[in-house]
């Protein structure tokens, strides 16, 4: 099982950046509506995909460093890091099969 876990701007690095697998960040907000909308389809990827991927949350008002570090602007925002690094950015809010789209090739 892919349980989404909440990630801190002090945990950051340890939980993302040196992390083994592919991690998908959704940097998001309480009071962001699109959000809410994008949170059951990110823990069906997680569960779908827990073998080559990990979820996790990092709530842009209470870790605006993290947030700010990597330009995140509008949320929901999704970055796609491997080895550290993101390879691929999604702004907005898209169904399932428009995210899964995004990530071929990456996972």
Not at 40 to 48: K, R, Y
Not at 83 to 100: F, R, S, T, W
Request: glycine content about 6%; aromatic content about 6%; some cysteine.
């Amino acid at each position: 099982m892919g349980a989404i876990e909440h990630v801190t701007d002090a945990s950051f690095d340890a939980d993302v950046l040196k992390n083994d697998k592919i991690v998908i960040v959704d940097f998001w907000a309480e009071w962001c509506g699109p959000c809410r909308q994008v949170a059951p389809i990110l823990e069906e990827i997680a569960n779908e995909q827990a073998e080559k991927l990990t979820v996790v949350k990092l709530n842009v008002d209470e870790n605006p460093a993290t947030a700010g570090k990597y330009g995140v602007l509008q949320i929901p925002t999704l970055n796609v890091y491997k080895n550290g690094e993101v390879v691929k950015q999604i702004i907005g809010a898209k169904p399932k099969a428009m995210l899964l789209r995004e990530l071929e090739g990456i996972i």
